[in-house]
């Protein structure tokens, strides 16, 4: 059944163009603008997915906002260093940083930087590696337990937050930590690429090149405020206490959060206040997303559980209708 399920084209499912053909226009997109790759192609052709069978069109259908966050991101490259130029802050932030957050006159970044751990390196060069897969790897979860309502919700919070992120990068740019480490708090430079910083050691370490080949391909040198490192697992911390039979990954999504928020300011990428930041994007995205989801007889059980007097429910029934509007 799993086979005839998944790897049979169906021959009852009617077929539409639309899908396949904004895939193949996103490819021919690219191409024009210059810089086609194979994961570009790769992007276009999950279109087609629409075509073969139900659970593919599904998959394609749950899974859409992850997609979109992902060709947009790439797309910033046609238009990010135009944008920012002549508009990069570079010594505000850290002055802010080193008063506010300060340890011995010296920013966070700056102490951490100078107190290196081997076991630090290695658990936070995980955590950056690994957390865009902690994401997707709760929403293939709620995909196979066919929890598709709240997979709906936890893949547009991750392009809302990711669409709030970006806009951010380009209203307010930020030279990251270890770009102050590295050039100072001069006009900033618009001929670099991003850098792994303190990653870099994950990789001497263990005698790879993932931080290296990372960040070469990215773009976003200045998009350090907000950190969106940290917004995805609190993201994924908010979804696994919101479903009960989740509830086994609560510690490890809880950690992991703390971890990530460690490692954020212990590999130079992000200050203190980017952080926080990042934190506040995701509690925004969380509460309003949560909110418009929701089926209106569950805002309605929602309401009445905040006012039970008003509505007459009892106290007990009031509980119980404010934690089933969430599930």
Not at 14 to 23: D, I, S, V
Not at 101 to 110: L, W
Not at 201 to 213: C, K
Not at 225 to 251: D, G, K, N, Q, T
Request: charged fraction near 15%; glycine fraction near 8%.
């Amino acid at each position: 059944m799993l086979a005839r399920d998944w790897l049979l084209p169906s021959r009852t499912m009617e077929r539409r163009l639309g899908p396949p053909a904004l895939g193949l226009a996103y490819v021919a997109a690219i191409a024009a603008l210059g810089g086609l790759r194979p994961d570009h192609v790769f992007i276009g052709l999950l279109g087609l997915l629409d075509l073969y069978n139900e659970k593919t069109r599904l998959f394609l259908a749950r899974f859409f906002p992850f997609i979109v966050t992902g060709a947009i991101f790439d797309s910033m490259r046609y238009v990010y260093w135009p944008a920012i130029e002549g508009r990069v802050h570079v010594a505000g932030p850290y002055l802010f940083e080193r008063e506010w957050f300060g340890i011995g006159g010296r920013t966070p970044n700056e102490w951490l930087d100078a107190h290196p751990v081997a076991g630090l390196d290695l658990a936070c060069g995980f955590a950056y590696l690994v957390y865009v897969g902690e994401y997707l790897a709760v929403a293939f979860l709620l995909f196979f337990r066919r929890r598709f309502h709240a997979l709906r919700t936890f893949a547009l919070c991750f392009l809302v937050v990711n669409l709030l992120g970006f806009a951010t990068y380009f209203a307010y740019p930020v030279a990251p930590p270890w770009y102050v480490a590295q050039y100072g708090l001069g006009p900033a430079r618009m001929d670099i690429q991003p850098a792994a910083a303190a990653a870099s050691r994950f990789d001497l370490l263990l005698g790879t090149h993932f931080f290296e080949q990372m960040y070469g391909r990215g773009v976003d040198v200045y998009g350090a405020f907000p950190s969106l490192h940290v917004a995805y697992p609190l993201i994924v911390v908010w979804m696994v206490f919101r479903l009960r039979e989740l509830r086994w990954l609560r510690v490890p999504a809880v950690l992991f959060f703390l971890l990530m928020c460690l490692s954020a300011v212990y590999l130079q990428h992000h200050y203190v206040i980017d952080v926080l930041l990042g934190i506040a994007y995701a509690a925004v995205t969380v509460a309003v997303l949560a909110w418009w989801r929701m089926p209106t007889s569950r805002k309605a059980a929602l309401a009445s559980s905040a006012h039970p007097e008003a509505s007459g429910s009892p106290p007990a029934a009031a509980s119980v209708a404010r934690r089933r509007a969430f599930e």
